[in-house]
């Protein structure tokens, strides 16, 4: 009986000691991507990059959504063609 409660208390130890090295482990991660997020922003904020990178997706996501606009346009056209309901203009 004596065994068996010192193997549970060694394995209770050796539990809490994983435990802790975990939490700490979280915690400099955290500490770590908390640091490097900081950092980006500070970059951003004095490079003025972070405005920019904005203007550039607002850009290109207009130029995407003018495309698909395009192009649905073009299969409508090349449906009401095809279904008789518009004749191709020949000059």
């Known amino acids: ?3 068996q409660e010192e ?9 809490q000691a994983k435990v802790d090295s975990f939490r700490t482990r979280k915690e400099t991660i955290r500490a ?13 904020a004095v490079t003025g990059i ?11 996501q207009r130029a ?5 606009q395009m192009q649905a346009r073009a299969g409508a056209l090349d449906e009401l063609i095809a279904s008789g309901a518009l004749q191709e203009a020949t000059i």
């Open 7 to 15: 193997k549970l208390t060694l394995a209770a130890q050796r539990l």
């Open 64 to 68: 995407q959504d003018k495309t698909e």
């Open 50 to 60: 972070g405005e920019e990178m904005g203007d550039v997706g607002l850009a290109m």
């Open 32 to 44: 770590n991507y908390t640091a490097a997020e900081a950092q980006t922003r500070i970059t951003e």
């Open 1 to 3: 009986m004596q065994a």
